[in-house]
């Protein structure tokens, strides 16, 4: 620790001095910092550039945390959906246009997959727990036991990862680098974009007395993720079969998750007659799907695993990739209607 400091002082001073115009100066320093470098050996330099690059992202974490925390501390937060829909109504636009505009909005994300992401995901999980943490250690309520324990868990965190390999000693595969990017929409987009679309729908209320519609979806998604033929020989159409298992996979896994939130969140026993009459009818399709669905797809059906954490509780290996989808699972529910193979 000692070494690394000596250096980033070394190194911080140059282009400080540097900076100010003191060119000497700051190549006095950098040719010390160049010669006390050059004297480490092999294992010396490559703890120490593991160090810096450990320390290069606990501060751009704690960086985040900062800025966040700064922000909750501003009364009215600029250029959010509700002031800029509170500008466009002062500046003229009706509550009805400004209603029709923001509901045909449409912007599209298309997702890609690149071998350049570097950090493995079992350390991006690790900065994600550390995030959490100092997110947690802001708490007014935080008694000082818990706030020791909450040092104690940063401590544990921050050795975990010294010790974690954080190269990858494979090179990836498309579908490694499709499971990266699908780890960005299970890690974030999930949860964000709804998030998001709430905020735009109560700002929408507000100014114009209707929410977003449920129908409405302003933000959509695309992939090229293992169907990109840009040149590179190894996306095949096997890849690209796999890599499309593994998302329809990895959305039915995460709907399943927001199900079964859901089966706790709606406790109540009681409703009213047209909500009674719509729950009967939606279980009514139900039940018609699954008797035009044959005994033995239903068999193999349940044969298949519904979550990789499933094996887990087993002490079985989850596959890589789901050898077979269910029954119908590329077809909307509950319609006979058959997808065109071409437009597909």
Known sequence: MDKLERNRLLAQSASNMRLSGIEDMAELL?????????????????????????YLNLMGIAETHHRVR?????????????????????????????????CKQEVEIVLTAHPTQINRRTLQYKHIRIAHLLEYNDRPDLGHEDREMLIED??????????????????????????????????????????YLRRVSNALK??????????????????????????????????????????????????????????????????????????????????ACLAETSSEDLHESRNQPLSRSQFKLHGQQAPSLPTQLPARADLPACTGIYINRKAK
């Open 206 to 287: 507000k100014h114009t007395g209707k929410p977003l519609p449920l129908t409405c979806t302003p933000i959509k998604f695309g992939s090229w993720m293992g169907g990109d033929r840009d040149g590179n020989p190894n996306v095949t159409a096997k890849v690209t079969r796999d890599v499309s298992l593994l998302s329809r996979w990895m959305a039915i896994d995460l709907y399943i998750r927001e199900v079964d939130s859901l089966r706790f969140e709606l406790s109540m026993n009681q409703c009213n007659d047209r909500l009674s009459r719509l729950a009967h009818e939606i279980l009514e399709k139900g039940v």
């Open 70 to 102: 700064k922000g909750r501390n501003v009364t009215h937060l600029s250029r959010s959906c509700d002031d800029i829909f509170n500008q466009l109504v002062q500046g003229g636009i009706s509550p009805n246009d400004l209603y029709n505009t923001v």
């Open 154 to 195: 940063l401590m544990r965190e921050i050795t975990s990862i010294w010790q974690t390999d954080e190269l990858r000693r494979h090179k990836p595969t498309p579908v490694d680098e499709a499971r990266a990017g699908l780890n960005i929409v299970e890690q974030s987009l999930w949860k964000a974009i709804p998030h």
């Open 30 to 54: 950098e040719k010390q910092l160049a010669s006390e470098i050059s004297k480490m050996t092999l294992e010396e330099a490559l703890t120490l550039a593991r160090a810096f690059s450990h």
